[in-house]
């Protein structure tokens, strides 16, 4: 029967590890949350974006905007205000809505395109279209050559936004790795302070020596105060779910980077932060 009982909580211990967090997975949800990786994954994008009007002139970019603040008089006694539509009886009867539509980056041009149309809400819900000379079609192109000096700026700019992106990342990732080492440490700790708690307990409860009870309450006062303490500092590290595999996992993970990058040549001009400050001292010099 123990052997029954024995082989069942393995197999449950196997089946709960196999749904354990893992290393991969407190990184992921620690990035998720991270203001700063946030913030630089938005920069990096709007640094690529302008990278790619200088490159990719021929891709185009969609911007969708709906301009309701639309205001004139409509045929048969409605008047709009604020794209609302009112009757002559001043009841609701519907909203005018200007559909604006910009191709941000056609070819170096932006091709706009308006198209206002009106929602009635009286009786049947019914959408009128816009008659032709209310659709308008624009046309623009900026004639200013980007020279040098100001490339050399957005590749700048660039850089250094993939650098702090890549910066973000990696001190997301020592953090959680401190978090697993610190939270092994903390719960090796507690359990220690535990067991010795315990042990004095069964020293006090046994001794009969007035001086030594006295000795040993001093000493359990002293673990209790410790442990309360450690479980303080441990409490901010609760957010995600601990276990031994987690901590196993992480070590052999570092273990194995750091003797993989052991011999690593550093190149200190692949640096992508100096790579940014050299193309904007080389801008400023233009």
């Known amino acids: 029967m123990k052997k029954l009982i024995v082989l069942v909580i393995t197999l449950l211990v196997g089946i709960l590890s196999l749904f354990g967090m893992t290393f991969e997975e407190l990184y992921e949800q620690n990035l998720n949350k991270s203001s700063s990786y946030t913030q630089a994954e ?22 969708i905007s709906v301009d309701t603040m639309k205001t004139g008089i409509i045929p048969a006694g409605t008047t709009t205000v604020s794209g609302l ?44 279209g816009p008659s032709g ?17 100001e490339r050399l700026k957005t590749e700048s700019s660039y850089y250094d936004a993939l650098s702090k992106y890549y910066m973000a990342q990696t001190n997301e990732f020592i953090t959680t790795i401190e978090d697993i080492f610190t939270r092994h440490y903390n719960e090796e700790m507690i359990q220690t302070y535990q067991d010795e708690i ?70 200190i001009e692949e640096r992508l932060d100096l790579k940014s400050l050299k193309l904007k001292e080389e801008a400023s010099e233009i």
């Open 42 to 63: 938005l920069n990096l994008r709007s640094a690529e974006l302008n990278m790619n009007k200088i490159d990719n002139f021929f891709v185009p970019y969609l911007g």
């Open 85 to 128: 539509v009112f009757g002559g009886e001043g009841d609701l009867e519907g909203y005018r809505i200007s559909l604006d539509v910009n191709f941000l980056e056609v070819w170096g041009a932006q091709v706009g395109l308006s198209f206002p149309f009106t929602l009635n809400t009286t009786d049947d819900w019914t959408i009128e």
């Open 198 to 267: 315990e042990i004095l307990n069964q020293q006090y409860n046994l001794s009969t020596d007035k001086d030594e009870k006295e000795n040993l309450e001093k000493q359990i006062l002293t673990a209790q105060k410790s442990l309360e303490t450690l479980r303080a500092s441990n409490a901010p590290l609760e957010y995600f779910e601990y276990t031994q595999e987690l901590y196993n996992q992480t070590k052999d993970m570092v273990e194995r980077v750091i003797n993989e990058n052991q011999n690593y040549p550093t190149n």
């Open 133 to 149: 000379e209310d659709i308008s079609i624009s046309l623009s192109r900026d004639l200013t050559i980007i020279d040098r000096a």
